[in-house]
């Protein structure tokens, strides 16, 4: 069985240069190996390519007893909702940002301090200035967004939208889930669209949400609907490849997910914009009377209490649905380093969602600066993997896996995806066997040294 390790070393470091840039796996002496090395490397596995069930089955199962499982504290099962079933996990995806990524389990760097013991199914933390990953719980794992999904539609519209421009709420804009949180915009009341911004941040205005999004999408009927879809594309430009949208808010819609690695990508954006930045870590905001209807003007205060109790908080996102749980995103600011905490699937108890993001950050800010398991990519790397998409395809075979670079390319399902990169389908087959691979050499080297 050691004769295809050595083709599977050159196509999967193939692989990880066009997906991960710029991380130590596309740093490799074989880096330079070209798509069609890859496909003949790929046509070697041709007998395992055969019966897929049950290789994938075997490396599941030893994937998974190596894996390290997350520290979580003892709590009492709280009665929820049964979670939505997640897509199947791409090899080629989990594996962005860094080969060690690709794990449900825990991911941190040698000799650091334990991590904090969380109800959070996956967490991550993440320095904005550098794209480094601290450490990490399931990155890559898909997860139930609730609210912080409003960050995505930051990301979106945000510079779409005049801060300045005054918006007429219209009776779509409060189609909301009956008793899920709104901000208290009326229809037929008027608001500039600054206010809401701050509704939708402070507040987790879903109703502000719909209003923001229609705007966005050019105020029709339809301009929700061609906002969801920008955010899709959004998040496909920046590589948040477990990430689609169904809803602008959050609110639950069927197929939508993201993972604590793409909601790091979508903070990076967030963060990025000035108005954003005032808007998430303004206190309190007053919502303006309204003449027709006849509505008095009201206040409302910034539920993230990271603000109020964490010194260099920089703001974020909560949320929650009964379905999704709390989800949480927070950053703050620290001895010149800027660290982002990003969480899903936790309770509130012990520790509600911001205390669980506090948790994280604390721990991130503990690491020396420079520590890294993985890396953030860039849109400028996710637009290089996606051009080079079509130059690979050109050089293969004719009949090399064309329709499959296709559906799986840039607007597909995947994003700018490997499998468009090679062209050849196989290799969401070959792939695993090279991450259980990397990861057990890099627990053996570290076991090793600890000795």
């Not at 075997?58 to 994937?63: F, V």
């Not at 010194?311 to 709390?326: D, E, I, M, Q, S």
């Amino acid at each position: 069985m050691r004769t295809p390790l050595t083709p599977l070393a050159a196509m999967t470091a193939a692989v990880l240069a066009f997906s991960i840039p710029g991380t130590a796996a596309a740093a490799s002496p074989t880096r330079s190996a070209s798509a069609s090395s890859a496909l003949s490397a790929a046509s070697s596995f041709s007998a395992l390519s055969a019966k897929p069930a049950a290789a994938f089955s075997a490396l599941s199962a030893e994937s998974a007893a190596a894996e390290v499982p997350c520290p979580k504290p003892k709590i009492a099962k709280p009665s929820a909702p049964p979670r939505p079933v997640p897509p199947a996990d791409v090899a080629a995806d989990m594996a962005v940002g860094g080969a060690a990524l690709a794990t449900h389990g825990l991911v941190v760097p040698p000799g650091s301090p334990a991590a904090p013991a969380l109800t959070a199914t996956t967490w991550m933390v993440t320095d904005l200035d550098t794209g480094e990953v601290l450490g990490a719980c399931g990155p890559h794992v898909h997860q139930t967004p609730a609210s912080v999904q409003k960050l995505l539609l930051v990301a979106t519209a945000i510079d779409k939208l005049d801060p300045t421009q005054r918006v007429t709420i219209t009776e779509g804009d409060l189609n909301i889930e009956p008793n899920s949180s709104a901000v208290g915009i009326v229809p037929g009341g008027v608001y500039p669209i600054s206010t809401l911004w701050l509704g939708l941040l402070l507040n987790s205005g879903n109703d502000a949400a719909n209003a923001l999004a229609r705007m966005a999408g050019g105020g029709g009927d339809d301009g929700l609907a061609r906002t969801v879809a920008a955010m899709n594309d959004k998040a496909a430009s920046i590589g948040a490849r477990q990430t689609h949208a169904v809803t602008p808010s959050g609110l639950d819609g069927k197929g939508q997910f993201t993972s604590a690695y793409d909601l790091a990508l979508i903070a990076r954006v967030c963060f990025a914009s000035a108005d954003f930045r005032k808007y998430a870590l303004t206190e309190i905001a007053k919502m303006p009377a309204q003449k027709k209807p006849k509505v008095g003007g009201f206040q409302f205060q910034n539920e993230n209490k990271l603000i109020y109790n964490y010194p260099g908080a920089l703001g974020g996102k909560t949320g929650f649905t009964t379905v999704a749980r709390h989800s949480y995103v927070g950053a703050a600011t620290r001895n010149g380093r800027t660290l982002v905490a990003t969480l899903l699937g936790a309770e509130a108890r012990p520790k509600r969602g911001w205390e669980q993001g506090a948790a994280l950050l604390d721990w991130g800010f503990s690491l020396p600066a420079g520590t890294s398991v993985g890396k953030l990519v860039t849109p400028e790397e996710v637009a290089a993997a996606a051009s080079s998409a079509p130059a690979a395809e050109a050089g293969a075979p004719a009949g090399g896996g064309s329709a499959a670079a296709q559906q799986a390319g840039p607007g597909g399902p995947t994003g700018f995806t490997v499998v468009a990169a090679v062209g050849v389908a196989g290799i969401l087959t070959v792939t695993p066997l090279l991450l259980l691979l990397t990861q057990r050499r890099r627990r053996r080297m570290e076991a090793a040294a600890k000795q």
